[in-house]
């Protein structure tokens, strides 16, 4: 079965057929560099991950490109704010988004390349758009003519009537009704960085930052360009516009755009004291895996409504998968292998492969996952060591995709708890049960759970109660 996504231009799930047969080149929306990046927009940076690491399981090479914009209206006007040079400011949050990508254990791209890096290239754009009467000079910018490029309004589905041609708009970002010609060359204002340039010195648009760069790394046809809804419009529609007004050929074969995320219901906001950081929720003890599974468990076209209770059910799920595995390795050895898990080991792979194969669909993916943790629970008081490694090899496929699982590093307990196990060893080994089973339930308390095994006392975490 071929890998099947929805393609917000035609509005219709379609078979991915790569360019080039066996790679597919991806570009996927970055950060603007002027705040922490807070959970809205982890949702895209988790879905841009699972769509990657799905791709590389089903054999495909993939060539990953995520933008760092480090100049638009946003970041200098918080250089301002903040009253240091706009380069300091984004170093600082480029700093921060690396830090905290790596926190939720999303792959790196391949490229990670910078606005102010890529200049000569966007000027390149301008000059070609301009030459071929795409653009305009107007008040010392240059502006793309939307009413030159016919198919303006194809991916937003803009009727066509109501466009505002022949008026520009200088901002970087502005409400669908309102679509008019955009500026891809801004005039030098006071005090904002600014490069020469034969139309004038000044500064790139947000919009002609991207294609440039996507171009310039994936080329001028390329597979996958992915990114949230609030993309769509104006900020894809116009990297289509440019992109193919100047090359004259299809821009991006396969457009992807998950949905929104909300917060207890509401839109995600300062002002309403529901936006939040990692930073955020790690200070109110909650584990990075934890949001990861959250934010990717959810459809990716789905609108996801984020809750703290919902955080708390996604670390119930990492428990009983760690708490299975932790099992496994405890459980005393069998005589030899089960014959039958090589076989449900081989079900349940081709379901969850047909699952994600359809649209990415998740759920079903995570539902064929914890399946098996319950049958291989009720079948295994004994386990052989080939049927340990296959199913060890197995969950590490399987976590290829979904990038949740706890490092092998994390199985240790910590010093304290280390310490008061071997205290509750000694006890026993002294037929001091009383304190043995205080040791135990002060562990309990802790959220570590001891069992008694012929291979020895095992400790998990305690998977709370709903």
């Known amino acids: 079965m071929a890998v099947r996504l929805y393609n917000t231009l035609t509005n219709e799930i379609e078979e991915l057929k790569p360019l080039v047969p066996g790679e597919i080149r991806l570009y996927t929306c970055g950060p603007t560099v002027y705040d922490y990046a807070h959970i809205g927009n982890f949702r895209a940076y988790v879905f841009e991950d699972l769509l ?10 993939v060539k990953q490109v995520m933008n760092i914009t480090d100049i638009d209206d946003k970041t200098i006007k918080k250089s301002r704010l903040e009253k240091i040079p706009i380069q300091e400011l984004t170093d600082r949050y480029t700093r921060a988004f690396f830090r905290d990508i790596e926190r939720l254990n999303i792959m790196p791209a391949d490229f990670y390349p910078r606005a102010t890096e890529h200049i000569p290239q966007m000027q390149k754009m301008v000059r070609q758009l301009m030459a071929g009467g795409y653009a305009y000079q107007k008040d010392g910018s240059v502006y793309f003519s939307i009413d030159k490029f016919r198919p303006y ?252 699982m706890k490092p092998p590093a994390d199985e240790s307990p910590d010093r304290e708890v280390g310490e008061m196990i071997e205290q509750r060893e000694e006890a026993r080994r002294r037929k001091d049960f009383a304190t043995a089973d205080r040791i135990r339930e002060e562990l309990k308390a802790r959220g570590i759970v001891l069992e008694d095994t012929p291979a020895g006392t095992q400790w998990k975490k305690a998977v709370p109660k709903k």
Not at 52 to 61: A, D, N, P, S
Not at 336 to 354: A, C
Not at 360 to 378: Q, R, Y
């Open 52 to 61: 990657k690491r799905y791709l590389l399981y089903r054999g495909f090479k």
């Open 153 to 404: 309004g194809r991916l937003a589905n803009i009727d066509r009537d109501s466009l505002q041609t022949g008026t520009g708009v200088d901002s970087d970002e502005y409400q669908k009704e309102n679509a008019q010609d955009f500026v891809l060359w801004k005039g030098k204002k006071a005090g904002e960085p600014a490069w020469e340039f034969e139309y004038g010195e000044g500064r790139p648009g947000w919009h002609l930052e991207c294609s440039a760069m996507s171009m310039h790394y994936l080329g001028e046809t390329f597979d996958i360009h992915a990114g949230g809804v609030d993309n769509i419009f104006p900020h894809h529609e116009n990297e289509i516009a440019q992109a193919e007004a100047m090359t004259g050929k299809k821009f991006v074969n396969h457009w992807i755009h998950c949905q929104h995320l909300i917060v207890d219901g509401a839109k995600m906001s300062k002002s309403l004291g529901n936006q939040y950081t990692l930073d955020d929720l790690i200070e109110k003890g909650h584990d990075p895996r934890a949001l990861r599974y959250l934010l990717l468990s959810t459809h990716y076209r789905k609108l996801l409504n984020f809750t703290l209770r919902d955080l708390q059910a996604a670390r119930r799920s990492l428990d009983r998968i760690d708490n299975f595995l932790h099992r496994l390795s405890s459980l005393p050895a069998a005589p030899k292998p089960d014959p039958g898990i090589s076989s449900l080991l081989e079900e349940k792979e081709r379901k969850f492969q047909s699952h994600l194969d359809d649209d990415l669909n998740i759920s079903g993916a995570l539902g064929v996952l914890f399946d098996l943790i319950h049958e291989v629970n009720l079948k295994s008081r004994a386990i052989a060591e080939e049927d340990l490694t296959v199913i060890r090899t197995f969950m590490n496929r399987i976590d290829s995709v979904l990038g949740i």
